[in-house]
């Protein structure tokens, strides 16, 4: 090796090294802002219990106002004051558990813990079934006595009094479907009151079951300070919590049998199948997944830390039992543990091995155990029983389900004009344009920036008339600013959360100093809500609606980028208590701000980054802020599949990848898999190049207007899945095993997904693929949504990719309704025919379903709109009535008519087909099946039937 060359090798050694450092430090520059378990006592703590037969009993059993009631005390520890537990049942299949401090004990207890508000709906209570006598027996095979309540005819409830376990079986053959305990790591801290100086170092002896090794090997940040006591003060990253009734947390163990994979707890960039996290097999320094709302800036996939969102729900799935799921509804920072088998070899508990089990660990800060156990059995069913706890998701306006162009920033109103423009001008729709932070005078919401944007009005009005819509961004950071109206009234009137010193709380966010209302109090809601009429946000007008970012809430130079943990808020409720709801709440309101503004009538769309159990209720939620990378668009589909497993039906990813930009190629895949996600927005940083979808060539230009036109043909399809969803929880997107639960290649499967019950959709999430694999589920046939290409069920294939789409196939046995004519918006599709896609099964048969409305108002909830069924068999298709048809309701009517029906999957072609009503035949040709680019092999369609969308019929094909 001369030299140069030995020199050249050197400065590339050098340049690596370097561009190693530079990676390392982004990555860990990020992780080191964040708590990891470790730097969590509660979660260091929980983590370093042993599994071990349970010390804790059940006492005092009885059963009072319909519930099962006892006390939890401590065996060995009669100084542990003991806990109050409440088991009841509820209809369909659901029970629910609670267990709190006792307020009659002595001395009490500080004050009450926290029990989250307005997330359980008011209809549940009724679902209650009353339990009337106790029913105490010994089991098979039990030596101490249990308790039995009834659920439902196939299951029931047990609380085992020694130890202290609780389970849900199976009736008829005594299996266990989920259980809680059984491992013996129940712990519940329970609130101190804080002692005077003196008497801390006794108390410090009391608490030695909590010192575990502090001598860690890693680099601990948190220091629970010497000089005051392991139970009060703590501090990370020069952060300090005041803990002022010392540790409250809450941990238990909790198993699920018969299951091959659990799913659920976003929000997190990981697989859909949940990974463990502890155990034999893996690393000593994993994290469990923590539900933790926070703005984690550049988010990288593959990890268990929360982001933006926090829904405690887990849902296993398996061969044997089928589904079931647990929700524990608090919420404090939560950590969960998965945990590999075998992990309890040494604690000498055996559990009925008979199936599959998956044990895990939950461990929250605070609050108490309001916990839910669903039975299943199917999938669908837990779902339902979910949603029956948390709501089913709001019914959006049918606008909103179609395509949203964002950008932070659109600058000025010239800037909004052109766009908007552009679009008409490539013959692309679009529904919705945004605007971001920067329209606004100095980041003070409910404001404009009067030089980029003087005419607010005249701006929406514009977009309005061609059937469009805005939205602009209100956040809960507010202006420190005494010119500031919302500031002024907000201080006045006491509406601020408050730090620990009971001062309004300052933080650092987008404008300056801010503070941030507390919308745990309902009055301070109300007036929230208030901000949003006409009158008060000046430059509002009815096409305007609302997008609520930051509110996990992020403040810049709090701990973790959020509020401090003790914070206090309305009632005395400490930040720690309530963090995972606070944006929660803060969504609620605007939402019902949109509801009551003018008259009231229009339904809202709020749009929210922090969400909570029950987020559902009040609008949309996207996954925050990803990055133009190939593996975020990959990660965006476990993410959108958990959210909807666990009620989130109305979710998204930006489109295009928030941060950086994106080659071409991936901004054209990401349009075609987002064509696809029931929230479909392109949005992009500040710093990041424009990338409207003109502005990459002619053909990508095309490319992405076919994606986006998809997404336009099948909102008839989309807008059906929503009422869906709106009447039974059960998600627009779902994971095959959702349709297909026994088929075993699908329950790790997250790169496909089903769109309804009919549509299965493959990402390509690689550059330049040619081929992709994809598992076509079930024993029907597939057809090819383009080309109706037939592929048998059951099987792998190798497909060739093109450019032009991602593999997409309609399940053979359904009819799709679509619209296919392209125009601005969708609002100015509303009178537009539909086409109605049949794909036959091996019975020659198919069934499909329509639902429509004036997308805008809840008139729908009194009966006005059409719902109808079709089915096809032996030769006829038929539309009947799904709708109730009492008088008192109201009316919802449309002259859209069928203008083709077009049959996949039989091979002989028929001649003419005849409308039953009219007494009419009509014209039979082969055709293609994507009007505007035919393509692959034509297909029959029946060409202007001409029969009306609202009304019965029947055609017969001859
Ligand atoms: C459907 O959505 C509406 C709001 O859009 C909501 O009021 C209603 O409770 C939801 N559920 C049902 C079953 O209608
Ligand atoms: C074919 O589809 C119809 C309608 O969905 C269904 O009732 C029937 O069971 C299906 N036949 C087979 C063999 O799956
Ligand atoms: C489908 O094909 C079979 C024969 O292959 C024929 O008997 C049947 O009528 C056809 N059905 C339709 C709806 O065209």
Redesign the pocket.
Known sequence: MNPPQMKNLTLLLLLLLLFSLHLTSVLSWKKDEFRNCNQTPFCKRARSRKPAPSSLIATDVSVSDGDLVAKITNRRDDQIKPLILSLSAYQDGILRLKIDEDPSSIPPPPKKRFEVPNVVVPEFTSKKLWLQNLDTKTLDGDSSPSSIVYLNEEYDAVLRHEPFEIYVRDKSSGKRVISLNSHGLFDFEQLKHKKPKSDQEEEKHDHDQYQDDDQDQDQVQVKEEKDEDENWAETFRGHTDSRPYGPQSISFDVSFYGADFVYGIPEHATSFALKPTRGPGLEDHSEPYRLFNLDVFEYVNEAPFGLYGSIPFMISHGKTHGTSGFFWLNAAEMQIDVLTAGWDADSGISLPSDRSRIDTLWMSEAGIVDAFFFVGPKPKDVVRQYTSVT??????QLFATAYHQCRWNYRDEEDVENVDTKFDENNIPYDVLWLDIEHTDGKRYFTWDRVMFPHPEEMQNKLAAKGRHMVTIVDPHTKRDDGYFLHKEATQKGYYVKDANGNDFDGWCWPGSSSYPDTLNPEIRSWWADRFSYENYVGSTPSLYIWNDMNEPSVFNGPELTMPRDALHYGGVEHRELHNVYGYYFHMATADGLQKRGNGKD?PFVLSRAIFAGSQ?YGAIWTGDNTAEWEHLRVSVPMILSLGLTGISFSGADVGGFFGNPEPELLVRWYQVGAFYPFFRAHAHHDTKRREPWLFGERNTELIRDAIHVRYMLLPYFYTLFREA??SGVPVVRPLWMEFPSEEATFNNDEAFMVGNSILVQGIYAERAKHASVYLPGKQSWYDLRTGTTYKGSTTYKLDISEDSIPAFQRAGTIIPRKDRFRRSSTQMVNDPYTLVIALNSSQAAEGELYVDDGKS?DF?HGAYIHRRFVFADGKLTSVNLAPTSPGNSRFSTSSVVERIILLGNASRPKSAHIESTNLNVDIELGPLWLQRGRGSAVVTIRKPGVRIADDWTIKIL
């Open positions: 709501g089913t998701p709001a019914m959006p339904r209720r709106n009447t809840f909830k």
